[in-house]
């Protein structure tokens, strides 16, 4: 069973960037898909961004398209979430998580490992 460990949350200025890695304890971790999801205080958890086993096929929320940049290096077993042009509705717990089924899927059902999450704190 696959372990995730994010890190790089923290508190950053509205339109500032931070890039967050999530280190999977397995060295198969190629054969996972990959997403990141975040739950603002009083909402539910929604999906960010995903990609595939590969690293060639991503995937992206709409609020966040254009903005935030999903990557993978699977020779260090992690994935990485650049985030740009912060704003302040950014503000959350992110999640990354991973999956043995294949095709990428916002759908957090879907993806049955997770890490224990990230806080980012976006001030205007």
């Known amino acids: 069973q696959v372990q995730l460990v994010e890190s790089g949350g923290g508190l950053v200025q509205a339109g500032g960037s931070l890039r967050f890695a999530c280190a999977a304890s397995?060295?198969?971790?190629?054969?996972?898909?990959s997403a990141w999801f975040r739950q603002a205080p009083g909402k539910e958890r929604e999906f960010v961004a995903a990609i595939s086993r590969s690293g060639s096929v991503t995937y992206y929320a709409d609020s966040v398209k254009g903005r935030f940049t999903i990557s993978r290096d699977n020779a260090k077993n992690t994935v990485y979430l650049n985030m740009n042009s912060l704003k302040p509705e950014d503000t959350a717990v992110y999640y990354c998580?991973?999956?043995?089924?294949?095709?990428?899927?916002?759908?957090?059902?879907?993806?049955?490992?997770w890490g224990q999450g990230t806080q980012v704190t976006v001030s205007s």
């Open positions: 397995e060295r198969t971790f190629s054969s996972y898909k």
């Open positions: 998580a991973a999956s043995l089924v294949s095709g990428l899927s916002r759908d957090q059902r879907d993806y049955a490992y």
